[in-house]
């Protein structure tokens, strides 16, 4: 088997995985809410345009941010695996031609991405008139050129050593933001030509360098590992993936939270409250929900509505860090240390009464511009929730499993 | 008697891989678990410190039996696993606070003797890092570390001395004699037969899950007849016996 077959197997496995992933992501509901969406998004833009003037300042500037991030969004598919940094070492030539197909496929599928990217702006310049009718199709040129160079110098990133990425990644930047800054301020021909001129010298810099520089295989089993726990942790929020949970950050600011949050001697108590911090699954996850929320009870008056959600997302909170207790419950210490096996059960019930209380009493505070007497009686509800959630639920749940 | 085990047979569901397995570990003695890959050592150990359970015969610590009382046979428990396991989220501290709560030490006293330690390996500003992103010997002086501030009767040390540095070793095995003095009994397994010579009391053979010798190093050279014979030589004959 030749190093190409194995890359091939490899991306119909990808693929035949992302396929089933994508299915449980596009479901029905999914599907009817995003059309829905899509739609709402459609029409508020369209009405925002016709409002726009051509001097605008502030769309400008709006538009310079959302077209850098998204032209400096998303990394080329390699499907290299930290096994082919010891596997593959020797493979140094034979890898060329697979990774220039990589290049290929990403430089394809981003530059659609791109065109697309300029069809959806495409409104938004006329209205500012950067873009008159005859020059449009150099707006879609500054724009795939900007998305090449971005692909191609994260492919030259595969090969040179650090110090040279970095600032590879500066210039890179730097070129692109000038670009865009000059095509939307000053005239779009000559930000079209600043990009087409980086997109060629780019190419010219790769093509000369090539033959001399050896992949920097670190770079590259770093770049795909976050591609993919990127990507499945997208999909993580609709289907489960084996999204590595073991994402953990030192995070030492957060060292005075994790002690406030300490009670008792209870070594699994002790454990899971740092695993829930440093582990972003759980406290990223925690903090999400409360932020969105808290906003919806900011916004919302009706109290009937604030209750329904409310308990909904407290719902959602404690039941996506159930799995806590299956931490404990893999942690091989947890059965070799002089404790009870019950501890388990309590020391995640206890975790999750403070987090949830503390999630209930943010959200009766969100909702305190429904009325003082609004915000008391869902901190209440909320409060009776909790309890039982952690006392009747959790119990039975969790000596089940 | 420290350690006894009597007769055991055990193995992964139903298939034993520990026939009629017995020995024992005297106060203050020093046993080395010695054989090829595959001879069954890290399945005793498995056994001994509860994770698997044998399908016949005990094991008693101290008289102690893991089913009659669980968290006092455990206590007496150190463990120094061959790969360092150490904890995702937690740093060094918080791997000795764990410990100290675990095993409900005296804070204060075990603080002390951690802190000596750590000294002594040269972790004491590495405190508040996660260990799992240390080097391999680092981590394995974080377990040697965690095991020892409990100060247990029994310590089972699988594969200390690889992936330290002589330093270490040095002073692994002085903590070792010192523990020894104490009145704790100590299970090493090893492969590093040069120490194993040098600091043992008595050896235990394995071969195929069975005990196939066991004894001081003189008395294995009767066994093996091989007098003036180290356990290299043994080890050879042994292996020669496996048709290599």
Redesign the interface.
């Known amino acids: 088997m030749e190093i190409k077959d194995v890359f091939k197997q490899r991306s119909q496995l990808y693929y035949r995985q992302l396929g089933k992933y994508l299915k449980y992501v596009f479901n029905d509901h999914f599907v009817v809410a995003l059309l829905i969406l899509t739609g709402a998004l459609g029409f508020t833009y369209s009405d925002y345009v016709e409002t726009v003037s051509a001097q605008a300042l502030l769309p400008r500037l709006i538009l310079s941010v959302v077209l850098f991030s998204l032209l400096t969004f998303g990394s080329i598919r390699t499907l290299i695996e930290p096994a082919d940094g010891i596997y593959l070492l020797p493979l140094e030539k034979e890898l060329e031609p697979v990774m220039k197909r990589h290049l290929a496929t990403a430089a394809f599928v981003y530059g659609a991405g791109a065109s697309l990217l300029a069809t959806v702006t495409l409104p938004l310049v006329f209205s500012l008139e950067i873009v008159t009718g005859g020059t449009s199709f150099l707006w879609y040129v500054m724009l795939i050129s900007l998305k090449l160079v971005d692909v191609n110098s994260q492919y030259q990133a595969f090969k040179v050593n650090q110090a040279g990425e970095v600032h590879l990644k500066w210039f890179k930047e730097g070129v692109m933001l000038l670009s865009i800054a000059v095509g939307l301020f000053l005239s779009l021909v000559a930000g079209t030509i600043l990009a087409a001129a980086m997109l060629c010298w780019s190419v010219y810099q790769s093509l000369m360098s090539q033959s001399q520089q050896v992949w920097n295989w670190e770079k590259m089993i770093d770049s795909e590992q976050k591609r993919i726990q990127a990507l499945y942790r997208l999909i993580n929020l609709f289907v489960e993936t084996p999204y590595g949970s073991?994402r953990?950050h030192?995070l030492?600011w957060l060292d005075g939270a994790v002690t406030l949050f300490d009670r008792g001697?209870?070594?699994h108590a002790?454990?899971i409250n740092?695993?829930f911090f440093?582990?972003t699954s759980f406290s990223g996850l925690y903090l999400r929900l409360l932020l969105i929320g808290s906003v919806f009870m900011l916004f919302s008056p009706a109290i009937y509505l604030n209750v329904l959600v409310s308990l909904l997302f407290l719902y959602l909170i404690g039941f996506q860090l159930l799995p806590l207790k299956q931490v404990l419950d893999e942690?091989?210490?947890f059965?070799?240390?002089?404790?009870?096996n019950t501890d388990k059960i309590r020391a995640t019930q206890g975790l999750l009464a403070r987090l949830l209380l503390l999630a209930g009493g943010v959200f009766a505070l969100s909702s305190f511009g429904a009325g003082p007497l609004q915000a008391g009686l869902l901190l209440i509800t909320n409060g009776l929730f909790v309890w039982g959630f952690v006392k009747v639920y959790m119990r039975r749940r969790l000596r089940e499993s | 008697m420290s350690l006894l085990v009597d007769s055991i047979t055990g193995g992964y569901s139903q298939i034993p891989v520990l026939k009629n397995v017995s020995f024992d570990i005297k106060d203050g003695e020093l046993i080395g678990l010695i054989g090829l890959n595959g001879a069954g050592k890290s399945t005793t150990i498995k056994h001994v410190i509860g994770l698997m359970h044998a399908f016949e015969g005990k094991i008693e610590i101290d008289g102690q039996t893991i089913a009659k009382d669980p968290q006092t046979y455990r206590r007496k428990i150190g463990f120094i696993p061959e790969t360092p396991l150490l904890y995702d989220e937690l740093t060094l501290k918080e791997h000795i606070e764990m410990t100290i709560m675990a095993y409900n030490l005296d804070r204060v006293g075990a603080w002390d003797y951690a802190d000596t330690l750590l000294k002594k390996f040269r972790l004491t500003d590495r405190l508040d890092w996660f260990p799992n992103d240390f080097s391999k010997g680092m981590k394995q002086k974080v377990m040697i570390v965690c095991a020892f501030i409990i100060r247990p009767s029994l310590f089972i040390i699988d594969e200390p001395f690889l992936g330290l540095d002589p330093l270490a070793i040095r002073d692994l095995i002085e903590m070792m004699e010192e523990e020894k003095a104490r009145g704790a009994s100590i299970l090493m397994s090893t492969h590093v037969l040069a120490n194993a010579e040098r600091i043992c009391d008595r050896f235990l053979v394995m071969h195929a899950g069975e005990v196939f010798a066991q004894g001081t190093l003189n008395e294995l050279r009767g066994f093996f007849n091989m007098p003036g014979g180290s356990l290299d030589d043994m080890y050879s004959q042994l292996a020669a016996k496996e048709g290599f």
Not at chain 1, 335 to 340: A, E, I, M, S, T
Request: net charge positive; hydrophobic share 25%.
């Open positions: 073991h953990v030192r030492k001697h209870s070594p002790y454990y740092r695993v440093r582990q942690t091989i210490y059965k070799l240390y002089p404790v009870k």
